[in-house]
């Protein structure tokens, strides 16, 4: 694994009480792995994949995504419409460095769920 960038020593973290807020939420990240995994989803295969989660949750999250720029809507002009999410160019690479932290938790004792449906994948 190679080093990460040197970090400056005076940095603002202001920021991240923006997009902080968004991605701990609960599905937030498993909506960005799942997209990133697999590409453009529509709504209900977003909700078959993460199982238990209800409609408006899902809503929501994906709104929010979608507002601080992390996921796009496309709605396609079929009767009736079909939406599909994917991850924004900013959404790859929020999830590029997401792994190196899931890296991390796994190697100082997060444990995989069994069955586990949320890999990383690389990106095309």
């Given at each position: ?80 419409p079909t939406v599909k999410y994917s991850l924004t160019p900013e959404g790859w690479e929020l999830r590029d460095h997401l792994i190196p932290m899931l890296v991390w938790v796994s190697e100082h004792g997060g444990q995989d769920m069994p ?10």
């Amino acid at each position: 694994m190679k080093k990460p960038p040197a970090i400056p020593e005076d940095i603002c973290f202001c920021p991240l009480s923006g997009i902080l807020d968004v991605i701990a939420k609960k599905w937030a990240l498993l909506i960005i792995a799942i997209l990133g995994n697999e590409g453009e989803k529509g709504f209900n295969e977003l909700k078959r994949e993460l199982g238990c989660i209800s409609p408006k949750p899902l809503s929501d999250t994906l709104k929010n995504l979608e507002r601080i720029g992390l996921v796009s809507k496309k709605v396609l002009g079929t009767s009736p419409p079909t939406v599909k999410y994917s991850l924004t160019p900013e959404g790859w690479e929020l999830r590029d460095h997401l792994i190196p932290m899931l890296v991390w938790v796994s190697e100082h004792g997060g444990q995989d769920m069994p069955g586990c449906p949320i890999r990383a994948r690389k990106h095309p």
